[in-house]
């Protein structure tokens, strides 16, 4: 604390500085310092100066930035307002660039020509005890003599600097114009104020930042009083609560939730716990499904209040599928292809994508269709959605259908299918050819009422799914033969794509064979290789039963077995090539291999091993091979 020194000798050295630029022993050296920053900003001394002051518009924008501080300080300043008064001081409130947000106290005399909004800083004013306490971040007194501006005859200014993590935030600042010496009874006052100040804003910003990383999370989250009276929602749980209850932010549950006796919440407020239960709130509006957790809070032996969290199943859904993979991966700008077939079929993939319908995609294995309904599904307005599929085989239809819709495990704890799985996104039936003929009509319901219903239960749930279903036959050839729902064919086939077979698009080879020897390439950190005008010879030779699948095999044997960097010809080994070999006679495997690089086609394969049909069916006889 400084004290009270000669006025008469404080003015005879700021005197001395103005004339001779020199600074007096006796002065303090920071008030010095500022002295000589305040000339090199050239303000004029010696007559009172508004300085920066900012528009009516400007201020209320910065006031509302730091409300929270300036209601803290109102509370402070409640009750000092009378002794401010009765003794000529006043008290501002400056934030980190110096601008008086707010005055408080009697606010009376020379310091009157202080305004809200002004910047007090040595650039606009010159020396004053706010810019010395900011730049040293401590308290400091400035008497009246030392300011560079004469704002009062008698007095003193003090400023404490709010410092939090190192960083002036703000200023509050003592005045007194008053004759009588009162900085020893008011100093330990401002010490208080700053104290008070810097504890508050530490809470402030923790609150805050904890609030912030509420809101953030993908929970609602409630505190909720054993009256079913909600205090606290997240900002995830207060847009759920608006939902059921527009007219009031934070409602009484018991008079919104019909079930709300039958809830974990009722449950809590008697003491009993409930962990990650999936529940449905019945509302007057709508139905909710959430898994949720309710937890009781007691105090003194009594619940006082629940704490509950939970998540929407729709989220939970959109989460675990993106956790586990069920996002697709492909863009329809990663299906390269400059064949005229192609490029049709992909710009009616590209204008299919947009709309809400079902598509139908048909084409021979290995010519692409998963990769086009991801990219598909990354073209619809469902992008952000999930992205599932479903391969149909050789498995029973309750598996099936457990897989499709969900099931119910032996504890009676119900468990979502692949169709809740993809709410809101992209639903991928792929080989529907083989998908058991008795779930046709369930599907249909489901995506006809935008309903499922899990196997054992009755509980009707809400889904929003896009179908894209994949074939490797001609489904209405199935239909004819009662082999497949004409009413579903009948419902997918309202948009076809069908997908072209590699040996309808060779010119296409080339780049594919580029396209896939460069992403080998990348994602194995190898050096890029090429190919030869031989090695393309050999490609586009070869009929590709098997399509890009097959293609990407046979490329990708030839780009891990050669160290070259220039791939050859030679280096093409196509199926089938090594035809003086006979061990395919004997060894099943060897069989397996060739029949699979010919696609199952016995006029292929018969070619590629130059023997006729019946000696091919022979040997299919005897590996127990049975052409579908």
């Known amino acids: 604390m400084r004290e009270r020194r000669s006025a008469e000798k404080l003015a005879k050295y700021f005197r001395e500085y103005l004339e001779t630029k020199k600074i007096n022993a006796n002065v303090h050296p920071r008030v010095g310092e500022s002295w000589q920053r305040s000339g090199q900003e ?27 501080i300036l209601e803290h300080m109102e509370s402070l300043c409640s009750g000092v307002r009378s002794f401010f008064g009765d003794h000529g001081m006043s008290i501002l409130l400056t934030d980190e660039e110096g601008y008086v947000l707010s005055i408080y106290g009697g606010y009376s005399g020379h ?12 650039e606009d004013i010159g020396t004053t005890s706010l810019p010395i306490a900011y730049l040293h971040q401590a308290t400091f007194i400035l008497f009246d003599q030392e300011m560079w501006q ?25 005045l007194s114009d008053s004759e009588e010496d009162n900085i020893a009874y008011t100093l330990p006052l401002l010490e208080t104020f700053r104290t008070s100040l810097e504890k508050f804003v530490e809470i402030f910003n923790e609150v805050k930042s904890q609030r912030q990383m509420l809101d953030a999370v993908p929970l609602a989250l409630y505190r909720i009083r054993t009256d079913s009276q909600v205090v606290y929602a997240n900002q995830l749980g207060k847009q759920r609560l608006a939902t059921i209850s527009p007219h009031s932010e934070f409602p009484k549950l018991d008079e919104t939730v019909i079930n709300y006796e039958r809830t974990p919440l009722a449950k809590a407020a008697k003491g009993v716990p409930t962990y990650n239960k999936e529940i449905t709130w019945t509302t007057q509006r709508k139905n909710y499904n959430d898994i949720t957790t309710a937890i009781p809070i007691e105090r003194d032996g009594e619940v006082e209040e ?33 064949a005229p077939i192609f490029t049709a079929m992909k710009e009616k993939a590209e204008r299919v994508a947009k709309q809400r319908m079902p598509i139908l995609l048909l084409g021979e294995s290995g010519t692409g ?33 457990m897989e499709l819709f969900g099931r119910v495990d032996a504890n009676g704890d119900s468990h979502s299918g692949k169709f809740e799985l993809a709410d809101g996104g992209t639903l991928f039936l792929n080989t529907l050819e083989k998908m058991p003929q008795a779930l046709s009509s369930k599907l249909l319901q489901a995506v006809a009422q935008g309903v499922v219903y899990r196997p054992g239960e009755t509980v009707p749930r809400t889904v929003n799914v896009r179908i894209i279903g994949s074939s490797d036959v001609e489904l209405k050839r199935l239909v004819d033969r009662g082999e497949f729902s004409g009413e579903l064919y ?36 190898l050096p890029m290789k090429e190919l030869s005008p031989d090695a393309v010879e050999v490609l586009l030779s070869y009929d590709w039963p098997r399509n890009i699948k097959q293609l990407q095999f046979v490329v990708e044997q030839a780009f891990f077995r050669t160290s070259a960097l220039l791939l050859t010809g030679k280096d093409i080994l196509l199926p089938g090539a090594d035809q003086k070999s006979q061990a395919w006679k004997e060894d099943k495997e060897t069989f397996m291999e060739l029949w699979n690089a010919a696609g199952g086609n016995v006029s292929r394969l018969a070619n590629m091993l130059r023997v006729s049909r019946v000696t091919l069916y022979r040997y299919m006889k005897k590996h127990g091979v049975v052409k579908e």
């Open 111 to 122: 310091f009157c020509k202080f305004q809200v909004g002004q910047r007090i800083s040595e």
């Open 150 to 174: 004469r704002w009062i005859e008698k007095g003193w200014m003090g400023t404490a600097p709010i410092v939090i993590d190192g960083e002036v935030r703000y200023g509050v600042t003592f």
């Open 42 to 68: 050239k303000v004029a001394s010696g007559v009172p100066k508004a300085g920066n002051i900012l528009a009516k518009a400007a201020l209320e924008e910065r006031q509302a930035c730091h409300s929270e």
């Open 369 to 401: 269709k998963q990769r086009l309904a991801h990219g598909i599904h990354q073209a619809s307005e469902r992008a952000e959605g999930p992205y599932i599929s479903i391969k149909f085989g050789d498995s029973p239809l309750e598996l099936v259908e």
């Open 306 to 338: 629940v704490v509950c969290v939970t998540m929407p199943i729709e989220d939970l859904r959109a989460l675990v599928a993106h956790a586990a993979g069920f996002s697709a991966k492909y863009t329809l700008e990663s299906l390269y292809g400059q």
């Open 490 to 525: 009948h419902w997918l086939s309202r948009s076809v794509i069908r997908v072209p077979a590699l040996n309808a698009r060779k010119s296409d080879i080339p780049l594919l064979a580029r396209h896939i020897i460069e992403e080998l390439a990348t994602q194995n950190n």
